[in-house]
């Protein structure tokens, strides 16, 4: 078990030389740290298209599971806010900048026509469903979205959200907070405690007009790489052939 003070500067170090998370105060100067086709994405849920009263959200696209990356950073920047300025505190960096760099270098590509789903194709890239790196990507987001879902962090969402699932190994994936839920209890709960930590967090102090929560950094850390590596525990079995 690492100590969970070391678990940052693994990840950083693992996708950055320098272990620094980005300012996103210089986003639009060509700072290339952030995931691809960041600028191209509010963070807002309302930029997912409606159908039949359904927020629909294809988890095999590349800019719908950035979306849900610039979601989850907006919605929890307050508690992170004495961690860093501009919000570079935000724990969920971590997971938002491997994202991006999976992406960069060709993880989400089909095997073995690594021209297809590619980098190249841009905002409109899909993720390969044969790719092992987007199969666990999956899990990975799913877990922190639908456990957000769940646990209401996200507030109350104006409609429902659908996941629109694929035949391809239709088994391999829940596709639905029900589903994850009854399939994988175990992420689904440590999503939820990870979510409850923050929501349960109080404001202590207002440093230049910004609220300050009494976000314990480690604890914090924890509790989010816990539902990482819940996701990666199921998922990695899954794709071991591939
Ligand atoms: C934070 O971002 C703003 C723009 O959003 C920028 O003007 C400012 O310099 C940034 N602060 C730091 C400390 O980088
Ligand atoms: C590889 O994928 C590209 C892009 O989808 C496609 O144009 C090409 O025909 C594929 N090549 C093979 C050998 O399937």
Known sequence: MWSSSVIPTFLFLSVFPVGLAPDPG????????????????DGDIAEFPVQNNKIIVDLWKYMDRLRIYKILIRESNKYFASFGKNNTGNVFWA????????????????????????????????????SAWGGISFYVVI???????????????????ELLPREEYRSN?????????????QIMD????????????????????????????????????????????????KFSDV
């Not at 979205?145 to 646990?151: D, H, Q, T, V």
């Not at 994936?173 to 209890?185: G, K, L, Q, T, W």
Request: glycine residues 6%.
């Open 26 to 41: 210089s986003t639009t100067q060509g700072n290339d740290i952030y995931p691809p086709f960041w600028d191209q994405t």
């Open 190 to 237: 440590i999503a939820n405690r990870f979510y409850k930590y923050l929501q349960s967090r109080k404001i202590v102090s207002t440093t230049g007009g910004i609220p300050q929560y009494d976000t314990d950094e480690d604890t914090a850390i924890f509790k989010m790489w816990a539902a990482h590596q819940a996701a990666i525990d199921v998922a990695k079995p």
């Open 173 to 185: 994936f829940c596709y639905s907070v029900e589903e994850c839920r009854a399939a994988y209890p």
């Open 143 to 161: 877990a922190y979205f639908l456990g957000a879902i769940e646990s209401e962090f996200l507030g109350n969402l104006p409609y429902e959200v």
């Open 95 to 130: 997971l938002t900048l491997l994202y991006g760099r999976l992406f960069e270098t060709g993880r989400f590509s089909e095997p073995p026509n690594s021209s297809r789903c590619a980098y190249e194709s841009g905002v409109s890239s899909c993720i390969s469903i044969n």
